[in-house]
């Protein structure tokens, strides 16, 4: 079902957010891919209020739609509604990194909004060093850093998902 973007109410309880680059990435999703939202609606109570899709509501609303594709959650107590607003954000999976590595450009899947590194993304100059692990100055002019090393892969994502999350710059390195 669709609706005019008037008649759908933001969440002013809705505890995520996307800033700046990520949400211009957003924002670009929605234009360059339209049809995602169809396969994706935004969920709303009966009073029209978001409970999921708050981001891409805010992103259709900057790309200039003027309806989106909505499902109503019907039945919901306001503890539901609560609860789902969360969980509707929670990341519980984690990335096949080997998968997405044979299988695409790291430069789509930056685009994407994917975490990757991308060195176009590196200031002029830099240089990675030979072996991150021995060479921890190199290419860090006025920054700072922490290498933090894993006993697997899967513990490698992990560690980077969540430092990531809380809004650190992250690369992954294998050595």
Known sequence: MKLKISE?????????IIKDNKFKQLVKSVKDFPEMLEL???IIDEDNIILGGNMRFRACVEAGHKEVNVKVATGLTEEQK??????????????EWDI??????????AEWGLDVWNPELEPEGYEPPENPFEDTDAGYK?????????????????????????????KIVVT
């Open 8 to 16: 759908l109410k933001t969440n002013t309880e809705n505890p995520r």
């Open 40 to 42: 994706r609606p935004i």
């Open 82 to 95: 609560k609860e789902f607003i969360v969980k509707d954000n929670v990341g519980f999976g984690e990335w």
């Open 100 to 109: 997405l590595g044979n299988e695409w450009e790291t430069k789509k899947l």
């Open 142 to 170: 006025s920054q700072y850093g922490v290498i933090v090393t894993c006993e697997t892969e899967k513990d490698q994502e992990g560690v980077f998902q969540r430092l990531t999350a809380e809004g650190f710059k992250c």
